[in-house]
């Protein structure tokens, strides 16, 4: 049995849906990621039990370069993780921009506080832990970009809160669109994946954003503020 088609039937297992050798051939050809992003890679995937949750090289460099393009003074992340990807949204800060990044796992949030402080950006960072259905209406901001990965369940919430406090042409990324495939099948069993589904559909049906599905990894909403 060919490999590919073995990953295939698997894919309701793992995070990633894409050819493993298309992602393999992708990477390489990718500008590699600096040695504080690959040691945090490193380490999440060594020690964290939820480490599939990592941006990781390819998706971690899409999101270095939209907002290189963009040179965003405010951006905010809902969903720490392990900062890999927060270090990789703030490489197109404008000179005087900053990043706000929400984290609810205090573990999750010391470990990347720790990668944060030791980078160039250490200043620039901003780490909030806890609820962000409650931190982010106490942000007085006027947001150019926005990235969304936690919980799948308040997806529509989070664009709900966020949507009003982004500029208008700003940009919010939204992960795991896919939710390991599952939103492919006609019977959607996970609470989670039921979310992300209805999440998407919502966003299908409005008529204030632009909108693009990006097939990178698990998925991503690329969506613009009209």
């Known amino acids: 049995m060919p490999v590919w088609f073995i990953f295939y039937l698997c894919k309701n297992l793992i995070l990633d ?13 990718t500008s590699p990621e600096d040695e504080l992003l690959q040691e945090i890679a490193a380490a999440t995937r060594a ?13 971690g460099k899409l999101l270095e370069m939209i907002s290189r393009m963009i040179r965003p003074r405010r951006v905010l992340e809902i969903g720490t993780f392990t900062g890999y990807s927060a270090l990789c949204l703030a490489k197109g800060l404008a000179a005087d921009g900053q990043l706000h990044t929400i984290e609810r796992r205090e573990e999750d949030a010391g470990t990347a506080k720790a990668y944060f402080d030791r980078s160039v950006f250490a200043d620039r960072i901003i780490l909030h832990t806890g609820d ?13 970009l926005v ?15 966020v949507l009003p406090k982004l500029r208008q042409n700003g940009f919010i990324l939204a992960d795991n669109i896919f939710f390991h495939g599952q939103v492919l099948d006609e019977a959607v069993k996970n609470k989670s994946a039921k ?3 209805a999440f998407n559909e919502f966003i299908q049906a409005r008529e204030d954003i632009d909108k693009m599905m990006i097939t990178l990894r698990d998925g991503l909403y690329l969506l613009r503020k009209l």
């Open 17 to 29: 849906i894409i050819h493993p050798l298309a992602q393999q051939y992708a990477e390489a050809h």
């Open 147 to 161: 990235f969304i990965d936690a919980d799948k369940v308040s997806y529509t919430e989070y664009f709900t809160l």
């Open 195 to 197: 979310a992300v589904k």
């Open 132 to 144: 962000a259905l409650e931190i982010v209406p106490g942000l007085d901001e006027s947001w150019d």
């Open 47 to 59: 020690h964290h039990p939820h480490h599939h949750m990592l941006s990781g090289h390819l998706q």
